[in-house]
C-alpha cells in the first residue's frame, strides 16, 4: 500500500510552510503503514495534511473548511489529545508527550508538537510503532521551532481555501 502525499494548496506559500509540507511529506514516505496524517491546532483545525482528497464528499450542510478522513483525523486528535491533557492534570503526570492507541485495525498515534498544537498518526495495525514514534519525534522535533501563530494562521488559510 502506497502512502498518500500530503495535500498541497495551489497558492503560493511561504518557505516555512513549504519546509512543513516537505518534512510531513518525508514522514509519510519514510514511514511503512502510515493510512492519513495530520497537524492540528490546539483550537483542533486541520493545520497540514497527508490527505489529498480531502475535501470530496462534501456534505451539504457543511460550508468552507476541510472535511473528510484527514478532518475526522484532526477531530480525533483534538480529542484524544485534550483527553490525555486532561488527565495528566488529574493524575499530577506533567505535560502529555505522546498517546497511542492500539486496535484490531489500527493505531493511532498522537504527539504534542508546540503551543498545544498536535501531530496525528492513523497506521496500519501491523506498522512497527516504535518507528512510527520515532519518526514522529524527529517531525516534531524540526517543525516545533517553526509552528509559529503566524505560519498556523498560513496553514489554516491554506486548508480552508478551495483548490
Known sequence: MTAPTPALNN????????????LLTNLVEEVPGLLSVAVVSSDGLLLLSSDPGRNTETPADHSGGPRGSSADLA????????????AAKLMDGGAVKQTMIAMEEGSLF??????GSLLGVHATPDCDMSVVAYHMALFVGRAGHVLTPELRSELRQSMESPR
Open 110 to 115: 498522537v504527539m504534542s508538537i508546540s503551543d
Open 11 to 22: 497558492r503560493a506559500l511561504s518557505s516555512e510552510a513549504r519546509n512543513l509540507h516537505w
Open 75 to 86: 477531530t480525533i486528535v483534538s480529542g484524544v489529545g485534550s483527553l490525555t491533557i486532561g
